[in-house]
């Protein structure tokens, strides 16, 4: 990976202005509910947006870190459905807090600002279906280079991501070799192969390069049982290192505390299950 040019510590995506503390794009779709949403102050840390140059565009990035030069070990945080919104660039503070550099990319920036609809039609159809599987993994990788440039040991580098992040936390632990260790919450495993997303997890399950642990829900309408066990099969055929974890009574999202999915005994079981995950494999 070459070293991309950054383009500024204070830019921020389009049409939005930068806050310390809460993303500057919140939507709607991803406005907190009051009573379990966890705010995760920026204090005492070093926090904020940066673009660096990706083809035609600027990829807009949320990140934190602790004060102070580093090394720091680094985490790519990988985006639901509804992009870089605050409950994601709180995880990344929450990462930050543990001693990581850590870094939430949007990702549909080619696509445009997916936090200008609530409607999960709309964001299927305009964001999703056009997310270019290599595009999005290329763009990891510039994320990757550009944390090499702000204090950031790559010898000790993990990727996380929920939902639609969970699938690529899969694919980028089969794409790249630097990975020490990967955390996919909730991720689809299977599905139509397209010429935007021709594998899913399963195909690689054989290949990956890092131990993936995966986090799902065994109440999940979405990724039924069926298919987290087809991936375990697959997983145990290739006699890899990685595991899933099924929390029996958690729904979809139940990470999301800004969301009615939220379960707060799964989603802490989950994180110290990631942290630990993270520190078994050499990144912390």
Not at 91 to 102: D, N, P, Q
Request: negative net charge.
């Amino acid at each position: 990976m070459t070293a991309p040019q950054s383009i500024s510590s204070a830019a921020t995506p389009p049409s939005v202005s930068a806050h310390a503390d809460r993303h500057p794009g919140e939507a709607a779709a991803v406005s907190p509910a009051a009573e379990t949403t966890i705010r995760t102050p920026s204090a005492g840390l070093v926090a904020g947006w940066s673009g660096i140059h990706a083809g035609d565009v600027t990829l807009p990035l949320y990140y934190a870190r602790p004060p102070g030069p580093g090394p720091f070990p680094v985490v790519l945080v990988v985006q639901e459905i509804f992009g870089v919104h605050e409950h994601i660039a709180d995880v990344v503070r929450r990462l930050a807090l543990l001693g990581y550099l850590a870094i939430a990319p949007e990702l549909y920036v080619r696509q445009g600002d997916p936090r200008t609809t609530v409607d999960l039609t709309v964001l299927r159809r305009d964001f999703v279906s056009k997310a270019d599987d290599a595009v999005v993994l290329a763009d990891l990788d510039r994320a990757v280079s550009w944390a090499a440039t702000q204090g950031g040991d790559l010898a000790r580098l993990a990727i996380t991501g929920f939902c639609w992040g969970g699938r690529i936390t899969w694919l980028y632990a089969a794409h790249e070799a630097s990975v020490k260790a990967a955390v996919a919450w909730y991720g689809r495993l299977d599905g139509e192969r397209t010429p935007h997303t021709p594998q899913h997890p399963i195909d690689v399950a054989g290949r990956l390069l890092a131990p993936v642990l995966g986090l799902y829900g065994g109440q999940d309408q979405g990724i039924p049982l069926t298919q987290v066990e087809a991936m375990r099969a697959a997983l145990a055929a290739a006699n890899s290192p990685s595991r899933i974890e099924v929390f029996p009574d958690a729904p979809h999202a139940f990470y999301a505390d800004y969301r009615p999915s939220y379960r707060a005994d799964a989603a802490a079981a989950g994180w110290k299950q990631l942290v630990s995950w993270f520190a078994q494999h050499g990144v912390a």
